[in-house]
C-alpha cells in the first residue's frame, strides 16, 4: 500500500461518516494527485486560481474541487466553471462577482462565508459580530449563488483550549445563523474547520468538513 492510500486510509477510518474529507492538494504535482484519486478521493482543494487551471484538464472529470484559500474577485472568471465549492467568500463584492460569473455561464455556485474566528489578524474572514448583517445582506440578492455553511480558521498554536473554543465560536454562529436565517433549511449544513493538524478537535466542535494536506501528501513543496 503506498503511503499516500495508507494516510487517506488513516484519516478516513478515524473520522465520523458525516464528515467529508478535502485533500490540500496546494502545490502537489499531478502524479501526487492521480495517486491519492486511484486511492479513491474525489474532493480536492486548492487555494490559488492558477493550480486549479494547470490540474483540472489533466485529471478526471468526476473530481470535485474545492477552492480554499483568498480568491480576488479578478480571478473568478478563471475558476467558476470547475469549483464545486468555494469556501472563503469574505465580501459582499466577492459574491457579487461570483454570481456574475455563475450566472454568465448558467451556474448555481455553492459557497462557504469564511468567518474570523482566530486572533491572528493576518487570517481573513467576516467578524463573528458582524456575520448576521452580512448574511442579511446576501440573502436573495444573488440568485446564482448559494450559502451552503461557514468556513474558518482557528489560531496557530499549540493551545488546544484556544482551538477548541474557536472551533465552538464558529459552530455557536453556524447554529444561529441557520435558525436565523435559513429556517433550518438543509441545503446550509457545512461547517469547513479543521486541518491537518487539528482537525480531529473540529470534529468534536461540530466540524462537517475537514481540510487536510500535510497528513496526505507530507510537507508542502
Not at 482566530?118 to 450559502?147: W, Y
Request: aromatic share 8%; proline share 3%; net charge positive.
Amino acid at each position: 500500500m503506498s503511503d499516500i492510500k495508507n494516510s487517506l486510509s488513516i484519516i478516513i477510518e478515524s473520522i465520523p461518516r458525516n464528515v467529508l474529507l478535502v485533500a490540500v492538494s496546494k502545490t502537489k504535482p499531478l502524479p501526487i494527485l492521480k495517486e491519492a484519486y486511484d486511492a479513491g478521493q474525489r474532493h480536492f482543494g486548492e487555494n490559488k486560481a492558477q493550480e486549479i487551471l494547470d490540474k483540472c484538464p489533466n485529471l478526471p472529470e468526476d473530481i470535485k474541487w474545492h477552492f480554499i484559500g483568498h480568491l480576488q474577485s479578478k480571478k473568478v472568471k478563471q475558476i467558476i466553471r470547475y469549483t464545486h465549492l468555494i469556501h472563503s467568500v469574505d465580501s459582499l463584492k466577492l459574491i457579487a462577482e461570483i454570481d456574475k460569473r455563475a450566472q454568465a455561464i448558467g451556474k448555481t455556485q455553492d459557497i462557504l462565508i469564511q468567518v474570523h474566528i482566530a486572533k491572528e489578524e493576518s487570517k481573513f474572514g467576516i467578524p463573528v459580530e458582524k456575520l448576521s448583517s452580512f448574511i442579511a445582506n446576501t440573502m436573495d440578492a444573488f440568485p446564482n449563488t448559494r450559502i451552503t455553511g461557514l468556513m474558518g480558521m482557528a489560531t496557530f498554536t499549540d493551545n488546544e483550549r484556544v482551538v477548541s473554543k474557536e472551533f465552538a465560536t464558529l459552530k455557536k454562529a453556524f447554529n444561529l445563523i441557520k435558525t436565523s436565517y435559513f429556517n433550518n433549511n438543509s441545503s446550509f449544513s457545512e461547517i469547513s474547520m479543521g486541518m491537518s493538524g487539528d482537525y480531529k478537535l473540529a470534529i468534536e466542535e461540530g466540524s462537517t468538513m475537514i481540510r487536510v494536506g500535510s497528513s496526505i501528501f507530507g510537507s508542502r513543496d
